[in-house]
């Protein structure tokens, strides 16, 4: 049965719509709250795993680091979830690390590891992490290279290929550690990069734009009303420079998804053009043409 008549055979049935996503635009689903967000996130986890194994024989996921994907990560570990996925045939990222020891609170690694690796049975030599916090970043942005290498096919292009990508954004518009304004987001051939961020002042470690780029799919999840700006700004896609999370543009057909709460979604009205916002708020507008990025 096609999702649409699914949702509303639900609402027939007067089903709890709390779950109910309305696409107010291509590829931008708005749910309830931020539970009902991890909720569909920890689903499409599900679906694009069984996809993945039966295809490829195994699912290589990079997971994003910051506070949102932590419900996500509690409900893939639930007994909702968890058993819905063959961990042995998993493979797990990440998008991107900051430059401190894998148990310091400010950890990716380490958020996922309390909220989700330890509460599922994903071998520990399937568990891939960023050695962000090693004294030679630059080294060991090179060694997670290698490692890309060894677990993921390339596209065409020669760059590794990831079945699933969680990103997050902040709200200057960054995701995962490709700041506004940083030349990391002009590199055009590394794989995995290790910025200076002036305002962290702080090293960070990151994929790459051409790797989001060469993803399957790349879903996004966005919460809370602190973002409806920069996402209204992101998906009206007229920012020049664009924002890094604006320049994420799977190619090859690759999917581009964000899963977001009705706080986040607050703004997007705004740049529904009057004449098509009638019949939308029911579904799909236009996501703006991939930027040129300088050579
Ligand atoms: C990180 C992230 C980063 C994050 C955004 C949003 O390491 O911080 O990968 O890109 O996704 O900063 O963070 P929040 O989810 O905490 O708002």
């Known amino acids: ?106 950890s990716n690694y380490g958020m996922a590891r309390r909220e989700l690796l330890i509460r ?4 520990q030599a399937n568990v891939h992490r960023m050695e962000a916090e090693k004294a030679n970043i630059g080294r060991a942005a090179h060694e997670y290279e290698e490692v890309l290498r060894k677990y993921l096919e390339c596209d065409d292009r020669g760059f590794p290929r990831f079945h699933l990508i969680f990103l997050g954004m902040g709200v200057d518009g960054h995701t995962a550690s490709l700041f506004p304004g940083t030349r990391v987001t002009r590199q055009t051939s590394r794989w995995v990069s290790t910025p200076m961020v002036g305002k962290l002042n702080a090293h960070r470690m990151t994929l790459t734009l051409p790797v989001l780029d060469a993803a399957l799919r790349v879903v996004f999840l966005v919460v809370g009303a602190e973002k409806a700006e920069i996402l209204r700004a992101v998906l009206e896609g007229k920012a020049d420079p664009p924002y890094p ?51």
């Open 1 to 106: 049965m096609n999702p649409t008549n699914y949702w509303s055979a639900m609402a027939d049935a007067g089903e709890n719509l709390k779950g109910v996503p309305r696409e107010i635009l291509p590829g931008v689903q708005v749910y309830a709250n931020p539970t009902e967000v991890a909720r569909a996130g920890a689903r499409l986890f599900v679906d694009y795993a069984w996809q993945s194994i039966s295809k490829y024989g195994q699912f290589m996921v990079a997971l994003s680091g910051g506070n949102t994907p932590r419900l996500l990560f509690q409900f893939l570990a639930s007994a909702e979830f968890r058993g819905q996925v063959d961990w042995a045939k998993v493979h797990v990222f990440w998008s991107d690390e900051r430059a401190v020891p894998p148990d310091d609170a400010e």
């Open 120 to 123: 599922v049975p994903i071998p």
């Open 245 to 295: 999370a604006q320049q994420v543009q799977p190619c090859d057909g690759g999917l581009k998804l964000f899963l977001v709460d009705e706080a986040a979604a607050a703004l997007i009205p705004s740049i529904i053009p009057q004449d098509a916002s009638s019949s939308r708020g029911k579904s799909t507008g236009t996501i703006r043409p991939k930027p040129e990025r300088s050579k």
